[in-house]
């Protein structure tokens, strides 16, 4: 199924005004078909006329060139559906990695530091507190996609190694055409790791090992904790404005707990600077022949 905000629009078969409804999924072509034809799928949605109230049936068929849909009780009578549009996204795809995510890195958090000053010293459940929370993990955020993407973008073995455990990369089904075109694979998994959420600190783990063998996390059972509870908070912050599941006010985002995880996620980001740099000198040495 492909997923998304698809736009149908039909004039409604009881009280004939224009109908409309947005589709979050709809089928997909067959990729691994050996005819056109035997890629075409179809499935019946419904859509709710604003008007009358009326259920409308309609089908949407999936070709190989797009969509096509009409009312499934009038084979006849076409549907317009629009499929989302995603152009305001094209600046993404023109996008280099980013060359010096770790001097970045470094000028960010110097800044969220000065940042820090500003901080309520009295209070763990002030609001620019959480503020400054949030914008330490969106540092961090940067400099982990920056170097990751960097990474895919210049080895093959780690883009393939990546494929291996992103569960959105190696479920995709596509033809050995598609597959052996120049750069797909570096193309795709940099075009997936752009959406991927990068405070996911346990799946990122796991895809930096897989890829350089290198462990993201603290073997420090209080550090990797810190860290991970971290993510719970920053989800507070960001999406109950300070509250957690229960409704409670955090009382915990204080200037000495900032000033913690600061140091945890700079060490992370030390640990991870460093394992990259052993990784490129290691892609730049000389195959050694034994004879």
């Known amino acids: 199924m492909a997923q998304g905000d698809f736009h ?26 050996e005819t056109t ?8 949605v419904e859509i709710e006329c604003k008007t009358c109230g009326s259920e409308i049936p309609i089908t949407v068929t999936a070709h190989l060139t797009g969509w096509e849909a009409y009312l499934t ?5 076409k549907v317009e ?4 549009d995603y152009s305001y996204d094209d600046w993404l795809g023109d996008l280099e990695p980013e060359p010096h ?9 110097g800044e969220w530091f000065n940042l820090l000053r500003m901080g309520n010293r009295t209070t763990g459940t002030a609001g620019i507190n959480r503020m400054l929370l949030v914008q330490l993990f969106s540092i961090l955020e940067a400099y982990l ?10 080895y093959a073995i780690v883009a393939a190694a990546i494929v291996e455990k992103h569960p959105e990369l190696k479920k995709q089904n ?45 073997s420090d059972k209080v550090k990797r904790d810190r860290i991970l509870v971290s993510v719970q908070n920053r989800h507070h912050c ?30 992370m980001v030390a640990d991870l600077a460093a394992a990259i740099d052993e990784y490129d000198t290691q892609q730049s040495l000389p195959l050694t022949i034994p004879w």
């Open 37 to 44: 034809s035997d890629a075409i799928v179809s499935s019946e």
């Open 238 to 267: 960001v999406h109950r404005n300070g509250r957690d599941a229960t409704g409670n006010v955090l009382e915990g985002i204080t200037i000495g707990y900032l000033t913690d995880l600061a140091e945890v996620f700079m060490q």
């Open 8 to 33: 149908v629009t039909v004039k409604c078969p009881s009280c004939k005004m224009p109908a409309e409804g947005w589709l979050d999924e709809v089928p997909s072509a067959d990729l691994t078909a």
């Open 81 to 84: 559906i629009e499929p989302p």
């Open 145 to 154: 996609s920056d170097a990751v993407i960097k990474l895919a973008s210049e």
């Open 174 to 218: 596509v033809s050995l055409i598609k597959a052996s075109e120049p750069g797909f694979v570096r193309a795709t998994v940099i075009a997936q790791l752009r959406q991927t959420q990068f405070h996911r600190f346990e799946f990122l783990h796991a895809i930096i090992l897989k890829a350089i063998g290198h462990h993201l996390l603290p």
């Open 73 to 77: 009780d009038d084979p006849s009578t």
């Open 101 to 109: 995510p770790r001097e970045i890195f470094d000028a960010a958090i």
